[in-house]
């Protein structure tokens, strides 16, 4: 079973330029997450959907980010006017919604550097 | 404020010692606490993980103990390996269903030979 996958690995930009992540969950997996991670500190969760519906997008910053799930299966976030704040590593995550204590699999990562 | 806080923020151990990781939360209504392992340039892994029901959960090397009363855990290594090198965070979440986690700033851990 192939893991989550995520696009680019890499990317580095100057301030005001806009960026897109791309994820692609665990086949049957109908929970995604995106998580934000600062150099060494944790990840900190930003959005997740169920399906194509948002569930939780408090911790968006709205205004510069955005994060779509159109057919409930891939899931591009964007940052529209990037920030050198904005330096992290993004997280893509996937479980399976049914039963409790679901598990989170991660992917692994796109770092981003905003000069 | 920190919802999730670990200690110590590094530790280095020699191979064959036991590793011992803390990890404390302010939030009562979290009922679940998975334990994630990190290596440089990957996402974090699931490592072990505990409901609030049980006080203590073993997988092999890797033993979690939780407090309740007093909100805390720790995930004890024992016969570290130099494989074991990480970073590892505590998480929490109140799960009903799939929901977020809230993850601590993490342990890194070197083993050395």
């Known amino acids: 079973e192939a893991g989550v996958t995520q696009s680019p690995r890499y990317a580095v930009l100057q301030e005001g330029q806009a960026v897109s992540f791309w994820c692609d969950p665990i086949s049957g997996h109908d929970t995604l997450y995106w998580y934000q991670q600062p150099r060494d500190q944790g990840p900190q969760l930003l959005v997740y959907f169920r399906d194509e519906a948002v569930i939780d997008n408090s911790q968006l910053p709205s205004d510069r980010f955005s994060a779509v799930r159109p057919k409930g299966t891939n899931s591009t976030l964007k940052i529209q006017s990037a920030k050198q704040g904005d330096t992290a590593t993004y997280l893509c995550?996937?479980?399976?919604?049914?039963?409790?204590?679901?598990?989170?699999?991660f992917g692994p990562g796109t770092r981003l550097t905003v000069l | 404020q920190q919802q999730v806080r670990q200690s110590p923020q590094s530790l280095t151990v020699w191979e064959g010692e036991t590793a011992i990781l803390n990890c404390s939360y302010e939030d009562s209504t979290f009922n679940y606490f998975p334990w994630y392992q990190q290596f440089p340039g990957e996402g974090p892994a699931l490592l072990i993980s505990i409901r609030s029901v049980s006080d203590k959960k073993e997988d092999g090397r890797f033993t979690i103990f939780f407090n309740k009363r007093e909100k805390k855990l720790s995930l004890h290594i024992t016969d570290s390996q130099p494989g074991d090198s990480a970073t590892y965070f505590c998480?929490?979440?109140?799960?009903?269903?799939?929901?977020?986690?809230?993850f601590g700033l993490g342990t890194r851990v070197s083993v050395f030979p």
């Open positions: 995550a996937s479980s399976r919604d049914w039963g409790n204590y679901a598990e989170q699999f």
């Open positions: 998480a929490a979440t109140l799960n009903n269903y799939a929901q977020g986690l809230t």
